[in-house]
């Protein structure tokens, strides 16, 4: 079974819609987070969430708006696409968020891109 | 802010050949320190992380890294590579910060082919 998983893995879509993105992890974990990499690979945190609670979240503009309906899942939806958005957007999920930051968990990614 | 830098975009090892992938962080104090791998079309993979103790870690699938605290690296090495090690290579770092605001910062990563 997958521990981190992600759909859809590609999404192609034109400027101007909504689109959203779902993350599963079945590890049991308590913490969950949204990375973005754009096309030159560079890595960057987007949201965190804790139990449900968010924690981290990375001036990322208002149109990305994370949901998590129980602590196993951590949806990305995204409203009004602009071309910047295409990148390929991770979930990631770790034990705890606390002070010896467990192991971050990947999912493999949903290549997003906006047309 | 801390910062992680890669300052190799791109190295070509042969196959059998040792490798050592390089990675400094900008930081007041000793953050958390990692290295992922990312294969082709995969999600990241946890290789080795450093929090205290022992400066030389050894991580998955023959990898170790070695903090330096008088350089502010923490350089990845292998001492011989195999073709599926061909991947690209992220280093990060995380501050010690207070419970629940840890996050990981990444470097620009390294991208790894291996030749035979």
């Known amino acids: 079974d997958t521990a981190v998983s992600q759909t859809p893995k590609y999404l192609v879509t034109q400027m101007g819609n909504d689109k959203s993105i779902k993350c599963e992890q079945n590890?049991?974990?308590?913490?969950m987070y949204w990375y973005k990499q754009d096309s030159k690979k560079f890595l960057k945190i987007m949201f965190s969430?804790?139990?449900?609670?968010?924690?981290i979240n990375e001036t990322v503009p208002n149109r990305f708006s994370p949901k998590s309906p129980d602590k196993a899942h951590l949806n990305l939806h995204i409203n009004s696409l602009e071309l910047g958005d295409s990148a390929v957007y991770f979930c990631?999920?770790?034990?705890?968020?606390?002070?010896?930051?467990?192991?971050?968990?990947f999912g493999p990614g949903t290549r997003l891109t906006v047309l | 802010a801390q910062s992680v830098t890669q300052p190799d975009i791109h190295i070509t090892v042969s196959e059998g050949a040792s490798l050592e992938l390089r990675c400094n962080y900008s930081?007041?104090?000793?953050?958390?320190l990692f290295w992922y791998v990312q294969s082709p079309g995969q999600g990241l993979q946890l290789l080795l992380k450093y929090f205290s103790g022992d400066t030389l870690v050894q991580g998955i699938k023959g990898f170790e890294a070695e903090f330096k605290r008088s350089q502010s690296s923490f350089n990845l090495r292998k001492p011989s590579v195999h073709w599926s090690d061909a991947a690209e290579y992220f280093c990060?770092?995380?501050?010690?910060?207070?419970?629940?605001?840890?996050?990981?910062?990444f470097g620009t990563g390294t991208r790894l082919t291996i030749i035979p």
């Open positions: 930081y007041g104090a000793t953050p958390y």
């Open positions: 990631a999920s770790s034990q705890t968020s606390g002070p010896r930051l467990d192991t971050q968990y």
């Open positions: 990060a770092s995380s501050p010690l910060s207070h419970f629940g605001n840890e996050k990981l910062t």
């Open positions: 590890l049991g974990h308590d913490t």
């Open positions: 969430y804790n139990n449900k609670e968010l924690i």
